[in-house]
């Protein structure tokens, strides 16, 4: 993902100017990169996209940095950056008895906590269907900013939220679907007992 691009895709998409740098003093420039910037942030944030996850192994912090009450013996730092926690693990079991307070996740165990997390992916690793939700929404912004043409904006964003269901479905399909509830009666009901 260049960012430039995108600002200039998204102005030249709404009839405006576009620019030839980064930080460009134009109108053009300046409300295209509030909107980017706005928008970035909420797009990795909204969805696990598969180029933004990675699996880190946590870091204890002292008891006294450890801000749960349930879990108060054992306290691991989230990895800097993180937008989102999708799952903990204890060595290779999947947890589901853990506390988030702030940027301290806690819980039964005292060492080997991994966190499969969200954070804002490099430029280079954007999905293109991603790109394209993010030129939407920036295109939105640059509509409502420097063409003032309401309509058409809530239109294009409309546009971008349709595209980013096909995007997500899309990208999504490279992992195979997971139950995150494992019922212990559906598994007995499944299993022919003798």
Request: net charge negative; proline share 5%.
């Amino acid at each position: 993902m260049d960012k430039l691009t995108i600002i200039n895709n998204a102005l030249s998409e709404t009839g405006n100017n576009t620019v030839n740098v980064l930080n460009d003093p134009s109108d053009e420039y300046q409300v295209a990169n509030r909107s980017f910037d706005r928008w970035v942030k909420f797009l990795a944030s909204r969805h696990s996209w598969p180029f933004a996850m990675t699996t880190e192994l946590l870091v204890r912090v002292p008891d006294e940095d450890n801000p749960s009450r349930v879990y108060s013996k054992n306290g691991f730092r989230l990895p800097q950056n993180t937008l989102h926690v999708k799952e903990v693990f204890y060595r290779t079991l999947f947890l589901t008895d853990y506390e988030i307070m702030g940027t301290v996740l806690s819980c039964n165990y005292d060492s080997e906590i991994y966190a499969a997390v969200v954070k804002m992916p490099p430029d280079q690793q954007w999905h293109p269907m991603a790109e394209e939700v993010l030129t939407r929404y920036v295109e939105a912004g640059c509509l409502r900013g420097l063409n003032e043409d309401f309509g058409e904006a809530t239109k294009r964003e409309n546009s971008a939220e349709a595209l980013l269901m096909d995007a997500r479905s899309h990208t999504d399909q490279q992992n195979p679907a997971r139950n995150m509830y494992k019922s212990s009666i559906r598994t007995a009901r499944r299993t022919r007992r003798v």
